[in-house]
T-cell receptor, first 113, second 111 residues
Framework: NAGVTQTPKFQVLKTGQSMTLQCAQDMNHEYMSWYRQDPGMGLRLIHY???????DQGEVPNGYNVSRSTTEDFPLRLLSAAPSQTSVYFCASSYSVYASEQYFGPGTRLTVT | GENVEQHPSTLSVQEGDSAVIKCTYS??????FPWYKQELGKGPQLIID?????GEKKDQRIAVTLNKTAKHFSLHITETQPEDSAVYFCAASIGNNDMRFGAGTRLTVKP
């Protein structure tokens, strides 16, 4: 199993540009989530999904959109990038839709200038 | 909103010593408390977790204790080794699907 994969590993955007961060898992996990990690702030949940077609907001959802058309994929869209979205983004998945062990991807480092 | 406080932010110990990291949480309904280890340039990886119906759990050199009354839980690493050097995060569940993470502790084990 490849586990949780994320692309790209690094990305630089200009303010106002849009992009999609890709996330895929091959473990048939129902639960998937997106976090951002900023220095001194730990990981903060952006959006999550408990199955195909079902998404919900986390702690910091503003400026981000998600969709879940398949069990495997959970892309994160930045509609109009802002410098405040400079961060490291992690995708994670879990077998259970209830709180349980999450498997994290390797992360995407995004810089918005 | 609900949050998790983690202390200390940095911890340096001598190889072979013990390390203790403490977290407090605010949501009395939290029932799942994982600890993650993050090495440089990688995603976090679960090292141990505990549910609210258990007060203590141990896995070799790692143990976690939970005090639901006081709303705090701790990670204990005994006989530390240089490869234990990493950033450690605690977390607490919020509702069925949400998680709140602490800010992290950078542990350095000096040989």
């Amino acid at each position: 199993n490849a586990g949780v994969t994320q692309t790209p590993k690094f990305q630089v955007l200009k303010t106002g540009q849009s992009m999609t961060l890709q996330c895929a898992q091959d473990m048939n996990h129902e639960y998937m989530s997106w976090y951002r990690q900023d220095p001194g702030m730990g990981l903060r949940l952006i959006h999550y999904s408990v199955g195909a077609g079902i998404t919900d907001q986390g702690e910091v959802p503003n400026g981000y959109n998600v969709s879940r058309s398949t069990t495997e994929d959970f892309p994160l869209r930045l509609l109009s990038a802002a410098p405040s979205q400079t961060s490291v983004y992690f995708c994670a998945s879990s077998y259970s839709v209830y709180a349980s062990e999450q498997y994290f991807g390797p992360g995407t480092r995004l810089t918005v200038t | 909103g609900e949050n998790v406080e983690q202390h200390p932010s940095t911890l340096s110990v001598q190889e072979g010593d013990s390390a203790v990291i403490k977290c407090t949480y605010s949501d009395s309904a939290s029932n799942y408390f994982p600890w993650y280890k993050q090495e440089l340039g990688k995603g976090p990886q679960l090292i141990i977790d505990i549910r609210s119906n258990v007060g203590e759990k141990k896995d070799q050199r790692i143990a976690v204790t939970l005090n639901k009354t006081a709303k705090h839980f701790s990670l204990h690493i005994t006989e530390t080794q240089p490869e234990d050097s990493a950033v450690y995060f605690c977390a607490a569940s919020i509702g069925n699907n949400d998680m709140r993470f602490g800010a992290g502790t950078r542990l350095t084990v000096k040989p």
